[in-house]
Structure formats: structure tokens, C-alpha cells
């Protein structure tokens, strides 16, 4: 070899040698800017969303069933071609097994239903989550109860059934019909029928269902939902006359919105799949009945919602605008709201049980039973409380004399009592605790206390005996001024109650107004002008000239309210005391804005919380948090006397 040819060939492989270092400093480059595989750290947020998005939660697909996808190369045809997809997906299932797919097409099933509106894919979802869930093999459920995909399939199937059987607008509630009928499938057919025992609740026929999952509440700080099986709804009862007797019927309110769960129940849906040919049961539980069921031998908890459910019975609830007019209008409400049910003021939340410790809500002035909401929707939501109490709520025409509208009170407990119990065999209804807010206190004391001829002998010089009344107007004034321990009342609870006077009361301007613009019950004052006529009676001639209202009788000054703080409540039945004072200063010089500490205080509770908030704080969590306390105890010491 040459020296010119050495040369030349040195330069060559020099020339190679340096494009070599190029293209290796160029993919060094390029690697230190992106590898083809690499990772991307992200927020623990993040990290979890991105691990936990599905159909229900993002309107897309879980990484579960991209899974699928990705591995059948149907990931970009999903997107134009989503029902080809699925049904390519559901021909290639498998008898038995097949999980991943069977998840896949519950929620790619779903994805599609609500991107098109077509029902029929809604119950496709149901369809699949169910076998899934329930394959009807003996082999049950194959996902691990750590894999998040079972608990999103329990959802899946909830969302099917409530969407696939719903008829709504943009917008609107979501009303699901409950009928049975042919439905179609993507695949196939669905034959329903329907179990109608579950249709009726309390006497009355459950009618418009409507999905709570569509409804977002408000007003409520917490919302009670149990996770299970099923769509939650919320249903309507009946409006008139309950369609069967059933005890109690009377004394639940036009309006209630009971929580049920409907279940579609499929037979041998894993097998039907194939053959495209299904049947399945609707079914419907009310969720103070029924708890869990049974499928394939085993019980299932079964979803239930009941605070959306109160929340929407509340919702433009006409309970909000007549609490004014209550107080203005005597009659108002024994006079209009209650000529469709019971005549007496007294509602109950559920249909009486054989069991269940009746807690009674007396709200205040010119309020109503809407504002214990809170506190119901917070101790129904504990089963300790919800499985041993049954809530009943007192409405009454706040204006009217408190003496008088005790007498309703305790006349109503006293009427119900004989219709739920006439032979006196359910104990839990002699255990009773009466819980009174404001005005509601006033009442809620007078079930406890024994005060003789005081009441009469404030209004009149002469003898009851000696009045010549009519049987009418003579039991009038028998159960509004002479009182008695009700039996059954076996512990009161007191919410900023003035026992001592209301401040406002305390003011002539105030009396004034009111007595102005309240107008009284004609029954009150026919009444007091017959005693008045028949006996001559000074004091009850001087009533007439101004009959007292309900805020006379909380001035701190009227005969009649120092009487009544001038009464105990009888040790053998415990009093608890919770008193609302504003500000940070001593609880004893200070107030709510309406009553003050002093006012609020009896000696004889054996128990008496302090909350800082203002007098309407009945739904604050430490008022709350102290009546559940106090009905707990209240149980406990009921146990200790059962034991014994």
C-alpha cells in the first residue's frame, strides 16, 4: 500500500470515526430530553385521579377498560365505532369467568348510554355488572375486595338500573319508572316483571321515584348515604286518604318523600348473555324497612340515601312560609294544613313500630317542625339512635296562648298513644322524651308538671266546679290550664327555653304589636266570654278585654309564667337543660339574643350544656352532638331497668 493510499484510508475511517461521536452526542441529546420510556412525577392528587378515573367519575374510560381495549386493538375504534366495539366485545365473552371484559362492558356500555342517550346501553351496564357481581355459577364474585373495580361495579350496575328505567329532561330530576314490560338490549331482550308488595308504605301507594344521585343537596352540612346495591330513589306517597288501614297512616304528612332502593334482580344473567334472552325481577325497599337482601345466599347491604330524601321533601316546603302566618293567625294551621291528615298537629317521619322510643320535636315562636331538619337528618343518620327512636313532630299556631296549645300537645301525644297502642303492650311507647326549643320548652314542660288549680285560680275567683259551661267549652278549659305528668313522658330536654321570660317580651311595644296583629281561636275566646258570662267572674270579664297571646305569657313579668317557673319538674323524670349564650363573656350575665342565661336555668336539670351561638341554634353540631348524648343515656338507663 501506498503512502497516498494509507493516508486516504486513515482519513476514512477518521471521517467514520467522527460521524460516529456526531450521531452518538446527537442521541445523547436527544436522551437527555425524553427516553421512550420514562415517568413524570406528579402531585399525590394527581397520582390518585389519574389511577381512579372511570365512566362515573370523569366521562371516560378506568385504565381497566382501556386495558381491554389496548389488548383487542379496539382503543382508537372505540372512538368512531363504540357499538361495534361493544359488540365485538360481548361476542367474544367467555361462559364463565372473563372478569376483566365483563367490567370493561359495564362501563364502556354505560360511557356510550350517556354520550347518546340510549337507554338500552343503561341496562346493558346493569346487565353486565350484575353478572359480574353475581354470576349465578355458585362461584361468586371474582374480583378481589381490594380492587376498586368491584366497588365502581356496584356503582355501575346502580347507575344502569336508575338511568335505564328513567324518562327526564335536560336539567330536571330524574324520574324512573318503575314498570314491567320488554325492554330492549343491545344484544338481546330483557322481560321484567314487577314485585308489587314493596309499592306501598304506611297505607299509601309510592308513586314518582326519583333518583337521588342526580340531586345535589343543600342546607344539610352532612349527608348520610349507604353504599350497597340498587338505585336510591326518593318516593312520593299518595296524596288523600291512606288506600289501606294501616296504624298511624293519618299521622304521616302529605309531603313525604320516602328513601327507597329499587333492585332489578336477574336469573342467570351470565348465562342469558349468550342468548341474548334475560329476565329479571324490579323490586323496591323502603330503607327504614329493609337494610340488606338476599342474593345467591348471601346478604347484601342495598344502597340507600336518606338525606337527599328529606332534603327534597323540604325543598319549596310551604312549612317555611306559614311559620309567620302561624303565629299571626290562630287556626291557621288546625285550619288548613291538617284537614288531609291528622287533626291534632302531630306527624310522624316513618309508620309506627312496635319498639321504637317516640322522640317528640316541639319547635318554637313563629318557626316550625322544618327547623329541626339538621338534627333529624343527623340522628337518623346513626343507627343507634335511628334503630331505638322513632321522631314525631308538633305543629301548632305559635301565637296562641302557651297554655292553650300545651293542651294540643298533650292531647295529641295522649290521642296517638291510643291509636298505635290501645292495649298498652309496647313499652317503648311509655319511655317517651319531649324535646322543646323556645317557645316549644314552655309546652314541652307542661307534659312534666303538676299544676293543680294554680292556672285557674290565676284567671278567676271562682271555683271550676262552680262554672256552668257547656261539655264543649268546659273540656277546653280542662286541658288548657289544668295539667299532670303525662304517664308516658319519661325525660324533657330543653332548648334555649325561657323559662323566667323572653327579653323581647319584656318590652310593652312588643305585647303591643302582637296582640295587635295575632288573631286568637275563636274556640279560646268563645270560651273564656261563656265562663265569663256564666259567673260574673271579674278576671274573667277582664281577660276578654285583651286576651293574652303566647307573647303576653312569655313577658318575664306575667302571673302566669312565674307560676310555671315556680313549678319543678318532678325528680322522676330527668330534665336536661342546653342554653345558648353569645360572646365569650360569663354565661351567667350573658344571652342568645332572645333569653338570657338566667332566664334559660332550672335548678332541677340534672344536666345543662352551654353553647356560644345565638337562640336559634337547635341544628348547631354541640347542640346535636348533646341530645344524641342525652337519648344514649336515656337508653342506657332504659336497658338497666329491662335488666332488672
Known sequence: MTK?????????????????????????????????????????????????????????????????????????????????????????????????????LAELSLLHAKNTGDRSYFLASAVYAWSLLFPGDDSGVQLAASDPRLRLTYDLYNQGLAQGLATSREGEEIEVQLKPGKYKLPFGTLNITLDKSGLSWGGYQLERFVSTTSLA????????????????????????????????????????????????????????????????????????????????????????????????????????????????????????????????????????????????LVHGTASSPARWAELINELEGDPRIREKFEIWLFLYDSGNPISYSAGLLRGALTNALHEFDPEGKDPALQNMVVVGHSQGGLLTKMTAIDNGVRFWNNISNKSFDEIHVDPETRALLQRSLFFKPLPFVKRVIFISTPHHGAMLAARQWVTGLAARFVTLPQTVIRGIAEAATATGDEKLTAILDRLPTAIDNMNPNNPGLKILAAIPIPPQIPAHSIIAVKGDGPKEEGDDGVVTYQSAHIEEAISEKVVRWDHSCQGQPEVIEEVRRILLEHLAAQNVLNAH
Open 217 to 360: 343537596i343543600r342546607g344539610l352540612r352532612n349527608r348520610y348515604r349507604s353504599p350497597g346495591l340498587g338505585a336510591a330513589l326518593a318516593a312520593s306517597i299518595s296524596t288523600g286518604p291512606a288506600s289501606a288501614k294501616v296504624v298511624g297512616s293519618e299521622r304521616l304528612g302529605p309531603r313525604t318523600k320516602v328513601p327507597v332502593t329499587a333492585i332489578l334482580r336477574f336469573r342467570q344473567a351470565r348465562a342469558g348473555l349468550a342468548g341474548g334472552k334475560l329476565d329479571a325481577q324490579l323490586e323496591v325497599y323502603a330503607n327504614d324497612r329493609v337494610r340488606t337482601i338476599n342474593v345467591d345466599g348471601k346478604q347484601q347491604p342495598i344502597e340507600s340515601d336518606p338525606t337527599a330524601a328529606l332534603a327534597y321533601q323540604l325543598n319549596d316546603s310551604p312549612l317555611y312560609a306559614l311559620e309567620i302566618s302561624n303565629f299571626l293567625s290562630g287556626g291557621t294551621i288546625t285550619g288548613q294544613l291538617l284537614k288531609d291528615r291528622t287533626q291534632d298537629g302531630l306527624f310522624t317521619l316513618h309508620p309506627y313500630r312496635t319498639g321504637k322510643i317516640p322522640l317528640v
Open 4 to 104: 497516498f493510499a494509507f493516508s486516504l484510508k486513515k482519513s476514512h475511517i477518521f471521517a467514520d470515526f467522527s460521524k460516529l461521536i456526531v450521531i452518538s452526542l446527537i442521541a445523547l441529546v436527544v436522551q437527555g430530553c425524553a427516553t421512550p420510556v420514562g415517568i413524570k412525577p406528579v402531585s399525590i392528587q394527581t397520582g390518585y385521579q389519574l389511577n381512579t378515573v372511570s365512566a362515573l367519575s370523569a366521562g371516560q374510560p378506568s385504565e381497566a377498560s382501556k386495558t381491554v381495549l389496548r389488548r383487542n386493538g379496539l382503543m382508537d375504534r372505540f372512538e368512531t365505532e363504540p357499538a361495534v366495539v361493544l359488540a365485538e366485545l360481548h361476542a367474544g365473552l367467555e361462559p364463565v369467568g372473563d372478569e376483566n371484559q365483563l367490567f370493561a
